[in-house]
């Protein structure tokens, strides 16, 4: 990224670590791969670059009047530096789901003591009373953690905004409430919103899997297959639907198997 447009250096917190300061200095650190941070108790009069979760300054959050989100979610030093930078990373409609549902879990643990696996594994990173290990060298190898852990979280949502176009253009090739896609691509948010009901794709064991599609946030789908099916071998199939090459139905009705992109459609009608 253009370096030009972030921070060089920063300033923390010494001390004790926690998931709040990690994450923001390694959002930083990706944002830019100059940037360098120091950490102490006090920031230097004289220091030039971006201060968080120390200082009471813009990204700091201990202060009286420090921000709440809409939701009652109280803004962390890691939730203000996303809000922001995040749009340098992703369009706004992903930055503020990526807040929802990763970022503000960190800022509520920082600011209640409660507890959530990243954040306690962050915390563990801190050096035990009987190591020999610095504070800052290990807050240094705690942010390679958190910098990993981005940038697997953005290449995810990256290849979801990519399944999402490759599906959505396929849309017009529907052939009644059923979308056959061909290769795999993760298809259940492009697909949410519509009226198909069965979405056929290439399996990664051969042949092609038929799946029926959630019209919510969880897995119910408006249709599944039927009762006489599930768990049922490949000889009884054929012989319960007449459909050569349906080898398999799942126990819950929600996905079938078949040798032949000729059986998957045959599932779809039956």
């Known amino acids: 990224m253009n370096n030009k447009l972030f921070p060089d250096k920063g300033f923390t917190h010494g001390g004790i670590f926690h998931a709040d300061d990690v994450f923001t200095t390694a959002l930083l650190k990706i944002l830019n791969v100059d940037f360098t941070w120091e950490r102490g108790f006090a920031v230097p009069e ?145 697909l949410k919103d519509t009226d198909i009901d069965y979405v056929i794709y290439k399996s990664a064991r051969g042949g092609f899997n038929i799946q029926t599609v959630p019209h919510k946030d969880g897995n119910e789908t408006d249709v599944s297959f039927p009762i006489e099916w599930r768990g049922k071998t490949r000889e009884e199939l054929e012989e319960l639907t007449g459909i050569k090459g349906l080898s398999f139905c799942h126990n819950s009705g929600f996905l079938c198997a078949t040798e032949s992109l000729e059986a998957a459609w045959g599932v779809t009608m039956k």
Not at 46 to 63: P, T
Not at 119 to 129: A, G, K, Q, V
Not at 139 to 144: G, L, N, P, R, Y
């Open 46 to 190: 004289d220091f030039e670059g971006i201060v968080y979760d120390i200082g009471f300054g813009e990204f700091d959050h201990h202060q009286a009047d420090a921000r709440v989100r809409e939701n009652g979610v109280p803004y962390a030093a890691f939730g203000l530096v996303w809000e922001r930078f995040g749009c340098y990373v992703m369009d706004k409609k992903d930055a503020d789901a990526f807040d929802k549902e990763f970022v503000q879990m960190i800022d509520l643990t920082d600011n209640t003591g409660g507890r959530n696996p990243i954040s306690s594994l962050i915390h563990d990173m801190n050096p035990e009373w009987n190591e020999e290990v610095s504070s800052d060298e290990a807050f240094s190898k705690a942010v390679e953690f958190a910098m990993f852990t981005l940038e697997t979280q953005f290449k995810h949502i990256q290849s979801k905004r990519e399944a999402n176009s490759i599906v959505k253009e396929k849309l017009s090739e529907a052939v009644g409430k059923t979308l056959y896609i061909g290769e795999y691509v993760p298809w259940r948010e492009a």
